[in-house]
């Protein structure tokens, strides 16, 4: 079983950047697909990026491609999500999630089981 924890999140001004880190515990984190998903009030939690477990492929939302940057460390058990130009609209808690690699890559979050508590990203315009 992987626990995932969230940090980075904060209050930034529109055009900055930030990054997010998501630390995982248990054995077998490498073999996990990682995705960043994240919910603004009111919306419902929507897709970010995602990146297989050997950094082969990556994927991203089209509302954050070419700003945001998923990558992770199988050494270190982290995943990250590098956000630059970022935008007002980019508001929302953020959350790291887990799928086992063996089930493939999928965009919707009815696809993870395995979630962190969230950190909030906030950019003021």
């Known amino acids: 079983q992987v626990q995932l924890v969230e940090s980075g999140g904060r209050l930034v001004q529109a055009g900055g950047s930030l990054r997010l880190s998501c630390a995982t515990s248990g054995r077998t984190f490498s073999s996990y697909v990682m995705a960043w998903f994240r919910q603004a009030p009111g919306k419902e939690r929507e897709f970010v990026a995602t990146?297989?477990?050997?950094?082969?492929?990556?994927y991203y939302a089209d509302s954050v491609k070419g700003r945001f940057t998923i990558d992770r460390d199988n050494a270190e058990n982290m995943v990250y999500l590098q956000m630059n130009s970022l935008k007002p609209e980019d508001t929302a808690v953020y959350y790291c999630?887990?799928?086992?690699?063996?089930?493939?890559?999928?965009?919707?979050?009815?696809?993870?089981?395995?979630w962190g508590q969230g950190t909030q990203v906030t950019v003021s315009s």
């Open positions: 990146i297989t477990w050997n950094r082969g492929r990556t």
């Open positions: 999630a887990a799928r086992p690699a063996q089930l493939g890559v999928v965009l919707s979050p009815a696809g993870y089981d395995l």
